[in-house]
């Protein structure tokens, strides 16, 4: 069975950095998709990035672009997002989530685990 366990939320002043992790076990994800999605109040859950576990390649929102780094390390199977120049619009919750397809996938429907999420809170 597969689990996904994030870390490493916080509150931040805007501006600031923060970088989430996803420990992953019970798969073998050599061919796995890892995405980031997060979740703010009242609003839906929205895609932030995603990496191909077997290549690195990776996909990024609009919003985030330039500013959210997904990474993976292969020996500690381990996702990463690390946060640089936060802004308040980026408070929300957090989810990892892999897909065993290894698409690029933006749709929270293609992915098949996820994790119960860490909240991150951006201060203005």
């Known amino acids: 069975q597969v689990q996904l366990v994030e870390s490493g939320g916080g509150l931040v002043q805007a501006g600031g950095s923060l970088r989430l992790s996803c420990a992953a076990s019970?798969?073998?994800?050599?061919?796995?998709?890892m995405g980031w999605f997060r979740q703010a109040p009242g609003k839906e859950r929205e895609f932030v990035a995603v990496?191909?576990?077997?290549?690195?390649?990776?996909y990024y929102a609009d919003s985030v672009k330039g500013r959210f780094t997904i990474s993976r390390d292969n020996a500690k199977n381990t996702l990463h997002l690390l946060m640089n120049s936060l802004k308040p619009d980026d408070t929300a919750v957090y989810y990892c989530?892999?897909?065993?397809?290894?698409?690029?996938?933006?749709?929270?429907?293609?992915?098949?685990?996820w994790g119960q999420g860490t909240q991150v809170t951006v201060s203005s």
């Open positions: 989530a892999a897909d065993s397809s290894g698409g690029l996938w933006t749709s929270g429907r293609r992915y098949e685990y």
């Open positions: 990496i191909r576990w077997s290549t690195g390649r990776t």
């Open positions: 019970g798969g073998t994800f050599s061919m796995y998709s």
